[in-house]
């Protein structure tokens, strides 16, 4: 079974996260025994600096066709007929070196319309996994509405990445839409017992008055959405008086000016870091560090921050916002009210007040069973070996009723 599968982009040491959920579930797939091509369609705009043009390589096992072409964020009317010309060249260009596929996954709104349109043209089964928060609406944004509609019709099969985004696409297509979740890499993201160690030894040596230090750790893009102004006012509220917390934040965005100031105004710069875009092996070593994660998010289609964290043993703290709800629960953590910073402070005061009254291997060893890439990549392979079942025996029927 040879899969193609489109994507906004691969990974790179410079911008680590385009094309990162495509590109673990394709790495996930071959090291599971399945035949992939990774097709990354980069149409960026011209301001994202990258070699441009046409190029095929490995990467970490996985064999990669790459097109990248300066579209960047022009018209829809422009982008798509542009879009599908450039994924046809990046297709035949695959065909040539790696043989007709047997099906097309692809992944998010816009790639999907176009791997809809490549899937009528050269008459091949059509997986779409969507991952946006545009589509986690009662009403879907005009500019993405025909597109995607157009593409959720086309697909042979639908994926949502939590259950929320899987009644949202039901809502919008009337199709039946699996669930298969985003994946942790539960080999880089594992349990660790160093900081249960640490916290040990602190209260064996560090007096009443002194108190053990806290560390609370956030990562996300530096945007409005993620409202890291609201953790950064709960923090406040929550520990004002209590030195021996800190709060580290890692992420970049065009919030972060205002975001530093309000640490200065909040008279937080010694207690609250803005740390950056940090590679994922730092942040993986940083959440060993790490007693809370905590994320505010005013939407999430899955949260796979949050998963990273429990995959170490970390409680988290999530927010009500469409994607956390399936995997936070008591034991590993608290959910609150999106917009509430009253509430977020009392979460943050909760777990620091009970942070032993988690079991840190337990949260971890769930992870791995449901969200590690081997469960995936199953599940994902379950959903092909299915599909392809199913229209031979439509061709089957087909051809007796010839």
């Known amino acids: 079974m040879l899969t193609f599968i489109v994507s906004r982009g691969v990974p790179t040491e410079k911008y680590l996260t385009n094309g990162v959920f495509e590109f673990d579930q394709a790495k996930a797939l071959v090291q599971e025994g399945c035949e992939v091509v990774f097709l990354a369609l980069d149409l960026r705009s011209i301001r994202r600096t990258r070699r441009w043009g046409l190029h095929t390589f490995t ?4 064999r990669v066709v790459e097109l990248s072409v300066p579209l960047g964020n022009i018209p829809k009317a422009m982008f798509y007929p542009l879009g599908k010309l450039a994924l046809r060249r990046l297709y035949r260009k695959a065909v040539k070196l790696y043989g007709r596929p047997d099906l097309l996954h692809a992944h998010f709104t816009d790639y999907a319309y176009l791997a809809s349109l490549l899937a009528d043209e050269e008459k091949l089964p059509l997986v779409v996994t969507e991952h946006s928060s545009l589509v986690n609406r009662q009403l879907l944004p005009a500019d993405i509405e025909k597109p995607a509609k157009a593409a959720y ?9 939590s259950p929320a985004l899987a009644v949202r696409m039901q809502q919008h297509s009337g199709r039946k839409v699996e669930w298969v979740p985003d994946m942790v890499d539960t080999n880089l993201f594992a349990y660790s017992d160093s900081r249960e160690r640490q916290r ?7 007096t009443e008055e002194e108190g053990c230090s806290f560390t609370f750790l956030s990562c996300g893009n530096l945007r409005k959405v993620k409202r890291m102004d609201l953790l950064i006012r709960a923090f406040a509220q929550a520990f004002r008086e209590s030195p021996q917390v ?8 065009e919030e972060e000016g205002a975001l530093r100031r309000l640490i200065a105004e909040l008279g937080m710069e010694q207690r609250i870091e803005l740390a950056g875009l940090r590679p994922r092996e730092e942040i993986a070593k940083r959440l060993a560090q790490t007693d809370c994660f905590v994320l505010a998010s005013e939407s999430e289609t899955f949260g796979v921050s949050y998963l990273e964290a429990l995959s170490c043993g970390v409680p988290v703290i999530a927010t009500r916002c469409g994607g956390p709800e399936c995997f936070v629960n008591e034991h590993n953590g608290i959910m609150v009210e999106t917009g509430n910073v009253d509430a977020l402070a009392r979460a943050m005061l909760t777990i620091y007040c009970n942070i032993d009254f988690y079991n ?4 971890a060893q769930e992870v791995r069973r449901v969200y590690s890439s081997q469960a995936v990549a199953r599940s994902l392979i379950r959903q092909y070996e299915n599909l392809l079942d199913s229209r031979e025996t439509q061709l089957e029927k087909e051809a007796v009723c010839r």
């Not at 990467?59 to 996985?62: E, N």
């Not at 040990?200 to 560090?206: C, G, H, L, P, R």
């Open 200 to 206: 040990a030894w602190m209260e064996e040596t560090q």
């Open 360 to 363: 840190r291997p337990a949260i």
């Open 59 to 62: 990467k970490q096992g996985v």
């Open 153 to 161: 019709r086309r697909a042979d099969c639908l994926i949502a990445v």
């Open 246 to 253: 800190s709060l580290t934040i890692c992420g970049q965005g």
